[in-house]
């Protein structure tokens, strides 16, 4: 049988079973869309920020190359004033990165990325009344999160002991502390670009003042040094992330000021997990099924999903972890008295489509969110989209001002090269050889 007859086989058994779940479904969803907050708002006052990374693979290193924009808008529906943020250039000015040992380059790179993004946004927050992100919350933490404990669990599985797991995890969070420290003493507040220059260069002394404490332990067998680097690169990174976040939203609930991350047409599985025929399709086919006649609706998604589905993963996913691992000889728990709390243990969920043809939109925001202040932010969204695509206007405008050719990161390893006569750092810096890495 040919794989399209498979897949039609299956379409033809489940399509009666999903069609009749989805008109269940309809009923409830459609009984929470409500058009009123998507009224154009007199007045807007909004910042949105984004980036872009391109990554350019080398023999013993990777070279990457972050931008980030941020504009302002102002004004009301029929008079939008857009202008860029201060100090945030875009693919003008990309900020080069060499990340090395050549490790999870994906997941780090995805941090230093978003770090860059809320340095940015700490430099503006005190303009607007609203701050919106384009990228998903929920997946991001996920990922960071499941990678973390991954690299955690599989180190200490290979210790003697479980004391030795312990210690250097209060290691790294004591190095990671002390970075933290010294970050919020030497960032200026002008200038994101420098800030995110001084944080990269704060790094390379704390990895090697924390594998040297770590060495003086003496627990090295000789199989596991690269699963100490790849569990203290992530912990360090993924902390000053949190770190980061949470002192953005600190300070944005000091000052009233809303935040929220954007997506459009994510991937996400809140609705379909609470119906086992449903399951396997994620939030944007069913919304978009459901919706396909509307012209504006919105879904409080909280009211339709389980508070325990809408959870935000990392502490649910924390205590699955333990479960798990209790289980196992020689489980130790991370120590609870060092573990960097999160200020925001939930992340509250709405989707909206602002055309009939346009984009499924996901909405995330800090659950403790008044409604008033969400449906204050769909305004905001609402009144900035463009009314034929649907879809946020200073977001289009970000998204190419962000673009940055693959190109560009190549130029830089080839000049970094050139230029340097360390012949270690020359065989680290060459790109790989194509020739010889074809599979014949």
């Given at each position: 049988m040919k794989i399209g007859g498979v897949a039609s086989?299956?379409?033809?058994?489940?399509?009666?079973?999903?069609?009749?779940?989805?008109?269940?479904?309809?009923?409830?969803?459609?009984?929470?869309?409500?058009?009123?907050?998507?009224?154009?708002?007199?007045?807007?006052?909004?910042?949105?920020?984004?980036?872009?990374?391109?990554?350019?693979?080398?023999?013993?290193?990777?070279?990457?190359?972050?931008?980030a924009?941020?504009?302002?808008?102002?004004?009301?529906?029929?008079?939008?004033?857009?202008?860029?943020l201060s100090n945030t250039l875009g693919s003008k000015?990309?900020?080069?990165?060499?990340?090395?040992?050549?490790?999870?380059?994906?997941?780090?790179?995805?941090?230093?990325?978003?770090?860059?993004?809320?340095?940015?946004?700490?430099?503006?927050?005190?303009?607007?009344?609203?701050?919106?992100?384009?990228?998903?919350?929920?997946?991001?933490?996920?990922?960071?999160?499941?990678?973390?404990?991954?690299?955690?669990?599989r180190l200490l599985g290979k210790m003697d002991s479980p004391d030795v797991g312990q210690e250097i995890y209060r290691n790294v969070n004591s190095y990671l502390f002390m970075l933290l420290d010294d970050l919020r003493k030497n960032i200026p507040a002008e200038s994101a670009r420098e800030s995110f220059r001084i944080l990269v260069d704060l790094l390379p002394k704390t990895y090697n003042?924390?594998?040297?404490?770590?060495?003086?332990?003496?627990?090295?067998?000789?199989?596991?040094?690269n699963d100490i680097v790849d569990y203290v690169t992530i912990a360090v990174e993924k902390g000053l992330f949190e770190s980061l976040l949470r002192d953005l939203l600190t300070k944005a609930r000091r000052k009233n000021i809303s935040v929220f991350w954007i997506t459009s047409n994510p991937n996400s599985n809140y609705i379909g997990r609470v119906n086992p025929i449903l399951s396997w399709i994620n939030d944007t086919v069913i919304l978009s099924y459901i919706w396909r006649n509307l012209e504006r609706a919105i879904l409080d998604v909280n009211h339709v999903v389980e508070e325990r589905v809408m959870k935000n993963w990392v502490n649910t996913l924390t205590k699955l972890f333990g479960k798990y691992n209790e289980q196992t000889p020689?489980?130790?728990?991370?120590?609870?008295?060092?573990?960097?709390?999160?200020?925001?243990?939930?992340?509250?969920?709405?989707?909206?489509?602002?055309t009939r043809q346009g984009p499924i939109i996901q909405i995330l925001y800090p659950r403790d969110y008044e409604r008033s202040r969400i449906e204050?932010?769909?305004?905001?969204?609402?009144?900035?989209?463009?009314?034929?695509?649907?879809?946020?206007?200073?977001?289009?405008?970000?998204?190419?001002?962000?673009?940055?050719?693959?190109?560009?990161?190549r130029g830089l390893g080839d000049s970094l090269l050139r230029r340097t006569e360390n012949q270690l750092l020359r065989m680290i810096l060459n790109r790989p050889n194509d020739f010889f890495n074809d599979v014949l």
């Amino acid at each position: 049988m040919k794989i399209g007859g498979v897949a039609s086989l299956i379409m033809q058994n489940f399509e009666e079973r999903v069609y009749e779940e989805l008109r269940n479904l309809s009923d409830e969803i459609l009984l929470h869309t409500d058009d009123s907050p998507l009224y154009d708002k007199k007045e807007v006052s909004s910042s949105f920020i984004g980036s872009n990374i391109v990554l350019e693979n080398r023999l013993g290193s990777t070279i990457l190359m972050i931008t980030a924009y941020g504009i302002s808008v102002e004004g009301s529906s029929s008079s939008l004033h857009i202008n860029s943020l201060s100090n945030t250039l875009g693919s003008k000015k990309p900020f080069p990165l060499i990340i090395t040992p050549k490790r999870n380059v994906k997941t780090r790179s995805r941090i230093f990325q978003r770090i860059y993004e809320l340095l940015t946004a700490l430099n503006v927050i005190d303009y607007e009344s609203h701050l919106f992100f384009n990228w998903d919350y929920n997946e991001f933490l996920n990922d960071i999160l499941v990678l973390e404990d991954t690299l955690y669990y599989r180190l200490l599985g290979k210790m003697d002991s479980p004391d030795v797991g312990q210690e250097i995890y209060r290691n790294v969070n004591s190095y990671l502390f002390m970075l933290l420290d010294d970050l919020r003493k030497n960032i200026p507040a002008e200038s994101a670009r420098e800030s995110f220059r001084i944080l990269v260069d704060l790094l390379p002394k704390t990895y090697n003042d924390l594998f040297e404490s770590i060495a003086s332990m003496k627990i090295f067998t000789g199989n596991e040094f690269n699963d100490i680097v790849d569990y203290v690169t992530i912990a360090v990174e993924k902390g000053l992330f949190e770190s980061l976040l949470r002192d953005l939203l600190t300070k944005a609930r000091r000052k009233n000021i809303s935040v929220f991350w954007i997506t459009s047409n994510p991937n996400s599985n809140y609705i379909g997990r609470v119906n086992p025929i449903l399951s396997w399709i994620n939030d944007t086919v069913i919304l978009s099924y459901i919706w396909r006649n509307l012209e504006r609706a919105i879904l409080d998604v909280n009211h339709v999903v389980e508070e325990r589905v809408m959870k935000n993963w990392v502490n649910t996913l924390t205590k699955l972890f333990g479960k798990y691992n209790e289980q196992t000889p020689g489980y130790i728990p991370k120590p609870d008295e060092l573990v960097l709390e999160n200020e925001v243990d939930d992340a509250g969920l709405w989707y909206a489509k602002f055309t009939r043809q346009g984009p499924i939109i996901q909405i995330l925001y800090p659950r403790d969110y008044e409604r008033s202040r969400i449906e204050d932010g769909l305004r905001e969204l609402y009144t900035t989209s463009d009314k034929k695509m649907g879809y946020p206007k200073p977001l289009v405008l970000v998204k190419k001002a962000c673009r940055i050719s693959e190109e560009v990161a190549r130029g830089l390893g080839d000049s970094l090269l050139r230029r340097t006569e360390n012949q270690l750092l020359r065989m680290i810096l060459n790109r790989p050889n194509d020739f010889f890495n074809d599979v014949l």
